[in-house]
T-cell receptor
Framework: EAGVTQFPSHSVIEKGQTVTLRCDPI?????LYWYRRVMGKEIKFLLH????????ESGMPNNRFLAERTGGTYSTLKVQPAELEDSGVYFC?????????????FGQGTRLTVV | AQKITQTQPGMFVQEKEAVTLDCTYD???????LFWYKQPSSGEMIFLIY??????QNATEGRYSLNFQKARKSANLVISASQLGDSAMYFC??????????????FGKGTMLLVSP
């Protein structure tokens, strides 16, 4: 069974440019999460999809970030325009349910560097 | 206040020795789950072990065990017989039960473990 896959694995862009990150969750997982880790800091929650609906987007830093989940399958996270402080590793995770015991399966992350 | 605290930025251990990675948490919920994830240099986050707040026994998964002390709100990860491949970043995380449903994972800052030959 394929795990959570993220694309690209690395991205280097200039300040002001646009970048789109993609996440393909495990097939059948309704819950999809985006997290971000800025260098040296803890992993922070960005948002949570249940199928195609945004369940919780309280962690989105500002309106330069736009997440979508077309048809409840894969998700994209667009940063437009990118700023230097957006650099970090963006993780996607999926799970079958949202109970306290259900573990989330993570992708390998996308390392974003804004220069 | 931080919900998950990992006080050890880095830990060193020799191969075949046991090591304990500390994690304390803060919650007012009665129902919650505690997780440990491993992040090797390749970048992916790998689930290691889970402990539910109502579980009476400490969780174990192979060489990993979770030393759960509910009254102290600690959930330390114990790795027995360390291997070179255990060198990685280790994150403690928590999921809480809330009136509106279940929270997403809240992570600590992580502990970098280096295993030497």
């Amino acid at each position: 069974e394929a795990g959570v896959t993220q694309f690209p694995s690395h991205s280097v862009i200039e300040k002001g440019q646009t970048v789109t990150l993609r996440c393909d969750p495990i097939s059948g997982h309704d819950n999809l999460y985006w997290y971000r880790r800025v260098m040296g800091k803890e992993i922070k929650f960005l948002l949570h999809f249940v199928k195609e609906s945004k369940q919780d987007e309280s962690g989105m830093p500002n309106n330069r970030f736009l997440a979508e989940r077309t048809g409840g399958t894969y998700s994209t996270l667009k940063v437009q325009p990118a700023e230097l402080e957006d650099s970090g590793v963006y993780f996607c995770a999926s799970s079958q349910d949202s109970g306290t015991g259900l573990k989330a399966f993570f992708g390998q992350g996308t390392r974003l560097t804004v220069v | 206040a931080q919900k998950i605290t990992q006080t050890q930025p880095g830990m060193f251990v020799q191969e075949k020795e046991a090591v304990t990675l500390d994690c304390t948490y803060d919650t007012s919920d009665q129902s919650y789950g505690l997780f440990w994830y491993k992040q090797p240099s390749s970048g992916e986050m790998i689930f290691l072990i889970y402990q539910g707040s109502y579980d009476e026994q400490n969780a174990t998964e192979g060489r990993y065990s979770l030393n759960f002390q509910k009254a102290r709100k600690s959930a330390n990860l114990v790795i027995s017989a360390s291997q070179l491949g255990d060198s990685a970043m280790y994150f403690c995380a928590m999921r809480e039960s809330m009136n509106s449903g279940y929270s997403t994972l809240t992570f600590g800052k992580g502990t970098m473990l280096l295993v030497s030959p």
